[in-house]
């Protein structure tokens, strides 16, 4: 049965653009022709996505006017699907490794609060044993519509659910977006990674060459590709780019923000005093309790937010808030 009712609005918002402004068949620019809104459901709540859908505009370019989607979004979630792979990959260890049946596992997410029906447990358990089968039944379709593209620009990710589970490595072309491989292993070392690129390699033939490698950047991965694809660029995602280059602004960050905490621990024990109280200056100091707590608490996701700058511009404003509070009661005492 269809939807009735439309989803909830996705809490937070990310744009995902191309990594690349040119065509990899031309080699000249592209321009952004629109974009496309994706509504995901992931491990750690719902992301609306915002794409932005490149195009080549040289009639002669065998890509003439065909979609250049940004690389990010095929490690996020399968073509057509509202559920992240981190909510896939947690499906498949936990009917695989822990042997739950669907209505456990449909619990077990509604305990993490994923906005899931059973039915979708089951298809996404489907699409889960269709990854790992891929390689088995797909092949030639593969090899068909990648060579008309003649070249492959491969990603390489891997996704746990959780801390002991097995690991879902998924290797894909970024530029048809089609998974060219799929497949859970109990870790993600040089021995485990050689085998997979390299079938990868044998699969996609001599008129198939691969082109560039895109990665995480975990040493493991830089060793494999080196081995099994020397001489291929290997470029790491942009998002662990950033997070590395800003890892010595993040690790400042962090300890203003355990300095700031240090001078903000009496608030629990003065919200508790507060509590047994009913007067109004009593509920209105209660507020500001909860305000601190709730800055406290809101960490952001590095290194996209300074969560000690944060902190201390809502300590700021709490601040603020209380010297205008003071003055105006000041105010009244003294017309």
């Keep these: 049965m269809a ?3 439309a989803r909830e609005p996705a809490p937070r918002t990310e744009v995902l653009r191309c990594e690349t402004e040119t065509c990899p068949t031309c080699g000249q620019s592209t321009t952004l022709a629109y974009h496309n809104s994706r509504r995901l459901m992931t491990l750690h709540g719902a992301v609306q996505y915002i794409l932005k859908i490149r195009q080549c505009r040289h009639p002669e370019c065998a890509r003439y006017r065909q979609p250049l989607r940004p690389e990010a979004e095929g490690a996020l979630a399968l073509p057509r699907s509202e559920y992240g792979l981190d909510v896939l990959a947690l499906i498949g260890a936990l009917r695989y490794s822990e042997h739950r049946s669907v209505p456990e596992i449909h619990a077990v997410l509604l305990d993490r609060e994923v906005e899931v029906s059973e039915r979708n447990v089951t298809h996404l358990l489907h699409r889960y044993e269709e990854l790992l089968a ?12 990648l060579r008309a593209q003649g070249q492959v620009i491969l990603a390489l990710d891997g996704l746990q659910p959780d801390v002991g589970h097995e690991v879902l490595w998924v290797l894909r072309d970024v530029l048809s977006g089609e998974v060219l491989l799929a497949r859970a292993l109990l870790g993600g070392g040089e021995a485990e990674l050689t085998p997979l690129i390299q079938e990868v390699k044998e699969a996609l033939g001599e008129g198939l060459p691969i082109i560039g490698v895109i990665s995480d950047g975990q040493h493991a991965i830089r060793h494999t590709i080196a081995q099994v694809l020397p001489g291929v660029p290997h470029q790491l995602c942009q998002f662990h780019y950033l997070r590395e280059a800003a890892r010595p602004v993040f690790e400042a960050d962090r300890h203003a923000k355990v300095q700031l905490k240090r001078e903000l621990r009496g608030v629990r024990k003065l919200e508790r005093s507060l509590e047994v109280r009913t007067d109004l200056p009593a509920r209105v100091l209660l507020d500001y309790c909860l305000a601190v707590r709730g800055a406290l608490t809101d960490d952001g ?20 808030s209380l010297a205008r509070v003071i003055t105006a009661k000041k105010g009244r005492k003294n017309p």
């Design 3 to 5: 939807r009735r009712d």
């Design 134 to 145: 891929l390689r088995l039944t797909d092949a030639t379709r593969l090899r068909e519509k």
């Design 301 to 320: 996701r590095p290194p996209l937010a300074a969560s000690g700058l944060k902190l201390r511009r809502r300590i700021q404003e709490v601040e603020g």
